[in-house]
């Protein structure tokens, strides 16, 4: 009897979940991040046109073994002259120092900052494509299923964005994306551990130490109370790894022990 019954309450599960999808498709007709043209039921569940997929640069291969970076071909030779044959690092986290000083203890990225994407991710930041999120979740679990579980991570933490901004676009796409990577993976979010509490001047054409200044400062500790060992703070670009150091500072300071990063983009190796 008793198995029965558990049989029929999977039965039923089922059937609720097939009608949630078929609800949803019918109430959110999604749109697939590269053409943003509407997905028909077959293609709903990838969250993509099958040939669209092509458009994305997915990372794979030798990645930079800090900030998740392919490491590229370019200049191979000379850069061999300066930081010997093995490569474990990118140049960019060389240079920054990121490799042996860092408050984030390894990082991911899913796609490279180029090509589709990048009008796609601009799509997701101002223009309301919060439905995105369900495809970079996806890919980021495919990639890095395995990766999130071995971590021990306990908690998804977006990069919080300044309360009076976020109320004016109307949502924060770095937690639109943990949202999804939460429901994805059943990891807990928290978007009270940390706030914004400077509404920072755009990082672009910043130079380096002007981006630290930037940054100075701008996070604090939010109103939670709870304590966690593991965390993951995600954003949607990692760009010179600024604002993820800055975030990163002020969960360890709160007693966080290790510190995990994930962006749905990351720039090309110079
Ligand atoms: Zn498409
Ligand atoms: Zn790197």
Redesign the pocket.
């Known amino acids: 009897m008793h198995t029965a019954g558990q049989k029929m309450m999977t039965k039923i599960k089922k059937w609720l979940e097939m009608g949630r999808e078929f609800v949803c498709f019918l109430l959110f007709p999604a ?7 509407i ?1 028909e039921p077959e293609e709903y569940k990838k969250g ?2 099958s ?2 997929k092509n ?1 994305l640069y997915l990372i794979s291969g030798a990645v930079c073994m800090h900030c998740g970076r392919p490491i590229g071909k370019v200049n191979q030779k000379e850069k061999e002259s300066i930081y010997g044959s093995t490569r474990e690092y990118c140049y960019d986290c060389v240079q920054k120092k990121y490799h042996s000083n860092s408050y984030i203890f390894q990082a991911k990225a899913v796609y490279i900052y180029k090509g589709a994407v990048k009008a796609s991710m601009y799509r997701f930041k101002y223009s309301n494509k919060r439905e995105y999120a369900y495809l970079f979740a996806r890919q980021a679990v495919q990639n890095y299923g395995a990766w999130l579980k071995r971590s021990g991570i306990e908690v998804i933490v977006p990069v919080p964005m300044y309360k009076r901004k976020q109320r004016r676009r109307g949502y924060n796409q770095a937690e639109c994306f943990a949202r999804e990577l939460s429901r994805q993976t059943g990891i807990a979010i928290d978007t009270k551990l940390v706030r914004r509490v400077v509404d920072t001047k755009p990082q672009k054409g910043l130079s380096e130490s002007d981006r630290k200044n930037n940054m100075k400062n701008a996070f604090q500790k939010g109103e939670s109370v709870v304590q966690y060992r593991c965390a993951i703070v995600v954003d949607d670009i990692y760009t010179t790894g600024v604002t993820a150091e800055a975030v990163a500072h002020e969960l360890i300071k709160r007693g966080i022990r290790r510190v995990y990063f994930m962006a749905v983009c990351i720039g090309e190796e110079m």
């Open positions: 749109r697939c991040p590269v053409c943003d043209e997905l993509i046109h040939a669209c458009k």
